[in-house]
């Protein structure tokens, strides 16, 4: 082979890998955002006053989001005071913007009339939100939320397995980070000043 036959191969394989590299990153963050998009989706439930609540009516302002029920004897109420004094440590206009959504797990005990009672133990802006079972599995698979009525001989007093996450969604129901169950409200707080009063 001459050099010069060697140099265009070279040049050639070089052009291939970083074409391949180039691909492979553009497949990668594709994927990144795809998973993001994949989180919320379109649902339909009642909040604690009756009033029906779907995808659209959280649109038009941020949305803090919580899955659980108000059966939980420590993870959720924890969950939804952090986002409450999260909520209460911002300046007012800037709270103003986002809006608080606890989502049951449990339909079958939190009823309109239970969701209006634990409402009173939170942020006033707080949604509540219950429907029919079929209805509370829907949205929980919009937002990749998993839970299980735990092993229990009670048809009455259970536990509820579910995930203790904390999404933070744009005006426009668009995913954009998440709290997990170690969250501060500081923590919560400061981004929320960062990314909503930005
Ligand atoms: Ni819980």
Redo the contacts with the bound molecule.
Sequence with gaps: MSTRAFVVVVALLSAVLAGTVVAGYLVWSRDDQGAAVMIGGPFELVDQTGRPVTQDSLKGKWSLIYF??TY??????T?LSVMSQALDALDPALAAKVTPVFFT?DPERDTVEQLALYHQSFHPSFLMLTGTPEQVRAAAKAYRVYYRKAENDSATEY??D?S?ITYLMNPDGGYVTHFGHDATPEGIAETLRKLVGG
């Excluded at 939980?72 to 109420?77: I, K």
């Design positions: 659980g029920y939980c004897p420590d993870v959720c109420p969950s797990v536990l509820m579910h203790s």
